[in-house]
């Protein structure tokens, strides 16, 4: 069965340094998102992502985080300047061709800890 | 803006019981409801997707419901396994926006 990979699938990072997050979604999946669970929390959406731009963000989704489709393949999300309360798994996610119709796949997710 | 609650929190059976797992939600124009299963420390795998105009939907030993105008749904597992312990989370789509909105999960712990 096709599937949603992360990489990588845990980070620890310093405060205040970049990190991306990669993604590869399913190859004939259009809408991409990432959600977010903190520990022990609820998953949270963050953004979508449809037609080479943005479709919705969160109010989670602030300045610090952005979101790429660099190439055919990939999609990232950067946070800059990682904060404590970053710390998250942080799941990639597509869905075929009807926007609301389809199930969503997700990814084993990245686990970011921020230290 | 969309409230998605679980009940209960955990549960905990015998090997071989039947169980219910309720999802409530506050806005009924939803696209679809998804239940998903979380591992942990793992990715959420999809076990069931029911589009708004659908009553419910089956997958081997699990049966959902989606009853939009009282904003609820279930999860019935039949027979349960020990290899059915996870959390179980269900999922509002927007109708509109098309981002999902999580439960809390429900914690399923079946003794063998």
């Known amino acids: 069965e096709p599937e949603v990979t992360q990489t990588p699938s845990h980070q620890v990072t310093q405060m205040g340094q970049e990190v991306i997050l990669r993604c590869v979604p399913i190859?004939?999946?259009?809408?991409f998102y990432w959600y977010r669970q903190i520990l022990g929390q609820k998953v949270e959406f963050l953004v979508s992502?449809?037609?080479?731009?943005?479709?919705?963000k969160s109010e989670i989704f602030d300045d610090q985080f952005s979101v790429e489709r660099p190439d055919g393949s990939n999609f990232t999300l950067k946070i800059r300047s990682t904060k404590l309360e970053d710390s998250a798994m942080y799941f990639c996610?597509?869905?075929?061709?009807?926007?609301?119709?389809?199930?969503?796949?997700f990814g084993e997710g990245s686990w970011l800890t921020v230290v | 803006k969309q409230e998605v609650t679980q009940i209960p929190a955990a549960l905990s059976v015998p090997e071989g019981e039947n169980l219910v797992l309720n999802c409530s939600f506050t806005d009924s124009a939803i696209y679809n409801l998804q239940w998903f299963r979380q591992d942990p420390g793992k990715g959420l795998t999809s076990l069931l997707l029911?589009?708004?105009?659908?009553r419910e939907q089956t997958s081997g030993r699990l049966n959902a419901s989606l009853d939009k105008s009282s904003g609820r749904s279930t999860l019935y597992i039949a027979a349960s396994q020990p290899g059915d312990s996870a959390t179980y989370l269900c999922?509002?789509?927007?109708?509109?926006?098309?981002?999902?909105?999580f439960g809390d999960g429900t914690t399923l712990t079946v003794k063998p």
């Open positions: 996610a597509s869905s075929g061709v009807e926007l609301s119709g389809n199930t969503i796949y």
């Open positions: 999922a509002m789509r927007d109708a509109n926006a098309g981002k999902s909105t």
């Open positions: 992502f449809y037609n080479n731009e943005i479709s919705e």
């Open positions: 190859s004939n999946h259009l809408y």
């Open positions: 029911i589009q708004s105009s659908q």
